[in-house]
């Protein structure tokens, strides 16, 4: 490796079944405490086609934690802490395109944040940042996670907005008009503050929208329901598996920095001055800023 080249070290984020999969050496399954607590579930640290991975089930295994009380700091903090180079987010989505069909994937590029009651930042009192979200996930690693999903036989767009919702409820007709009146693609629960927290950490962040319903907007198919949502997804599991396979083959074991600047994205992102920082706050930014914090 050179200076400007470490391990690849893939840190996918979604649910329990994605990385029960062919192909994967399991090493181990590491339970990791951040500043921020536990995450949702042991991580589970193996090699897939001579790739490092991480996974880690979003909403702990068995589906016990609902969207709003994921500790997305401490899911984020674990991977940075374990070494990731690179995040992908596998994440069940509705759709507001006729076109963006269930069983389709999207490799989303942009969010409008409608959460309202999760903590979004790793900064706080003591040490305020303000990092740049105007591009959310990495140009890079998304066009390697679209190309991935196609070479795994999935019908995959490139582009779209994703709307996220609060939740645990689905929208009402009346949201889910509105949201199409503005433009939106997709909508789902658990990409915020997630790729919020990513950028935050400098980690290149991607997510596969996984298409399973027409949200309740759409006359012929009628509102979402959970029983829907879960057949498309245990349609699309051996597709989701394959994905993952697939961009670890393509990123390979070396990887260089994002060309968006994302692990450098904290060098001007800082205002609060050093004098003026609360050490017991820093003490636990160092776990994800320590490149800049020293």
């Given at each position: 490796m050179t200076e400007q080249t470490r391990e690849t070290c893939l840190a996918i984020f979604g649910g329990s079944g994605i990385y029960e999969m062919p192909g994967l050496t399991i090493e181990e399954?590491?339970?990791?405490?951040?500043?921020?607590?536990?995450?949702?579930?042991?991580?589970?640290?193996?090699?897939?086609?001579?790739?490092r991975v991480l996974?880690?089930?979003?909403?702990?295994?068995?589906?016990?934690?609902?969207?709003?009380?994921?500790?997305?700091?401490?899911?984020?903090a674990a991977a940075k802490m374990l070494g990731a180079t690179d995040m992908l987010s596998l994440s069940a989505c509705g759709s507001f395109r006729?076109?963006?069909?269930p069983g389709d994937f999207v490799a989303v590029d942009q969010f409008v944040d409608r959460t309202k009651g999760r903590t979004p930042s790793f900064f706080e009192s003591g040490?305020?940042?303000?990092?740049?979200?105007?591009?959310?996930?990495?140009?890079?690693?998304?066009?390697?996670?679209?190309?991935?999903a196609e070479a795994a036989g999935a019908r995959v767009h490139r582009g779209g907005t994703y709307l996220v919702m609060e939740g645990p409820q689905f929208s009402t007709k009346a949201e889910s008009e509105l949201y199409r009146s503005?433009?939106?693609?997709?909508?789902?629960?658990?990409?915020?503050?997630?790729?919020?927290l990513a950028r935050e950490a400098e980690l290149p962040y991607a997510i596969l929208g996984m298409v399973t319903d027409y949200d309740c907007w759409h006359e012929d198919e009628g509102p979402v329901d959970v029983a829907s949502v879960l057949a498309i997804?245990?349609?699309?599991?051996?597709?989701?598996?394959?994905?993952?396979?697939?961009?670890?083959?393509?990123?390979?074991?070396?990887?260089?920095?994002?060309?968006?600047?994302?692990?450098t994205c904290l060098d001007f992102a800082i205002v609060t001055p050093p004098e003026a920082r609360d050490p017991q706050v820093l003490r636990k930014l160092k776990t994800i800023a320590g490149r800049v914090l020293g």
């Open positions: 399954e590491r339970e990791i405490e951040t500043p921020w607590g536990m995450p949702s579930a042991p991580v589970t640290i193996g090699r897939l086609n001579g790739v996974f880690l089930s979003r909403h702990g295994k068995g589906h016990t934690i609902p969207p709003s009380e994921l500790n997305a700091r401490a899911n984020v006729e076109e963006l069909a040490c305020v940042a303000h990092v740049s979200m105007a591009h959310p996930v990495c140009s890079r690693l998304t066009e390697e996670a679209a190309q991935a503005w433009g939106m693609d997709v909508i789902g629960m658990t990409a915020m503050p997630e790729a919020k997804l245990a349609q699309n599991r051996d597709a989701g598996q394959r994905t993952v396979a697939e961009i670890a083959r393509m990123i390979g074991p070396e990887r260089t920095p994002s060309p968006d600047g994302i692990e």
